[in-house]
């Protein structure tokens, strides 16, 4: 029986590599990735040779299920950050340890941990919520939101992210809310405002990269 490593990659900055997940991914006999053009950049810059096979949302896990019950060792990536938070990759491990395969996590960078290490707040506690859903139960997730006294942090899409913040001030009233985008990248920014504030930012200014955003409870 082989080994499933959950190999955290960088959310932007490919230096954000931990030795040990290098040393992983070039002993794997496979990689498995959402979208191996993505995962090729990383692989490139680190002289990382291993063979990849396509994992994501609409694949079937068996093919890998059977590598890995056959002896060989499986390194499971997403495009960035952590598998298995908000992505695909929660069915394969899942499935992977009811098979009796051993599961090893190699940490490192995930978009939810750096934005709030990086917001100046207090996150002893929080929720952690990903993507809202675009319609259906969007409306009655928010109402139970309102009932939170801990920060609150969803990721959202640029193109999406006006409209949740219409949203947060409709429902939750005009927030404190820490918005973190284009993490570890050059256009870095994280800051904190008013959903008011930050809708008029934002309508003005087309944004850009994947969003992190922290509703701040109500004072």
Known sequence: MGTLYIVATPIGNLEDMTLRAIRVLKEAN?????????????????????????????SASGAILKRLERGDDIALVTDAGTPGIQDPGGRLVREAISAGVKVVPIPGASALTVALSAAGINADAFYFLGFLPKKQGRQTLFSEMAGLDVPIVIYESPMRVVKTLKDIEQYLGNRQVVVARELTKKFEEIKQGSATELIDKFSRQKPKGEFVLIILPAI
């Open 30 to 58: 496979a990689i498995a990735c959402e979208d191996s053009r993505v995962t090729r950049t990383l692989l490139n810059k680190y002289a990382i040779t291993t063979p990849t096979v396509i994992y994501h949302q609409h």
